[in-house]
């Protein structure tokens, strides 16, 4: 996709004679203004827009927000990582179409790093504003702030109506249900219900065939520097594995 990436950017100058980046911004004034409607962007928020760095790059720049996001929430970082990545270098037609998503906006967009929908945004940030949503997951810091508590807000309630499936050590898991929503994950949760008496130990989710959560299994061993280790539960009877 990098090639592709490079291609269409070097086609995009060829023809015009500017970057897609500064075409974009011609079109979306630095004032935050479109049409004259406020989006609620200052110039600084769009400038930390996904065109402007690489994946890799962002993340090694926020490695620290990302253990310290991670341990808040109680969840591997691995995960956190793993997902902001895929959606910059899997997902790259979300990425392009990002700055119209963020100023026109249709359905329930996703957008920014980790490609935050806005029903998952609105879940985690019920307070804020439309534009405040949107500036929020364009900003690297807040989008990570954001993609963890979407993740940790998910293993809660996948314990809870599982009977006990501790699923926050397990990055492909957490990526899966991230990447599909809290209804899968509930019915999920339900299919796997446990009893009191079970001594099962592990349970297996099959979540490889889901390109994201099969991504982030090949290509764990990528985010290790994030790694962290979630605290187990007080209370609960199996762990998640991702198949």
Known sequence: MRDVESL?????????????????????????????????????????????????????????????VATEQNVDGRAVAAVVAWEYEENWKGRFSDYLQAHIGWGDAGIGWGSIHDSAAQGVRPLATESELRCMRLAGRTALQ????????????????????????????????????DGVAARSAAKRRLVVCDDTRVVDLPVSENPMAGWVMKNLDRFRAYLTRPAEPMVWHAKARAV
């Open 8 to 68: 269409f950017r070097w086609a995009f100058y060829a023809d015009y004679g500017i970057t897609p980046e500064q075409a974009i911004e011609r079109m979306f004034p630095p004032k935050g203004r479109v049409l004259g409607i406020d989006t609620g962007c200052a110039p600084v928020d769009i400038k930390t827009s996904l065109f402007k760095m690489t994946a890799d790059e962002m993340l090694t720049r926020v490695g620290g927000l990302i253990h310290r």
């Open 146 to 181: 954001m993609i963890g508590e979407i993740m940790s807000n998910t293993a809660k309630l996948y314990l809870k109506a599982s009977g006990g499936i501790w699923i926050n050590g397990e990055p492909a898991v957490l990526a899966f249900f991230y990447n599909t929503g």
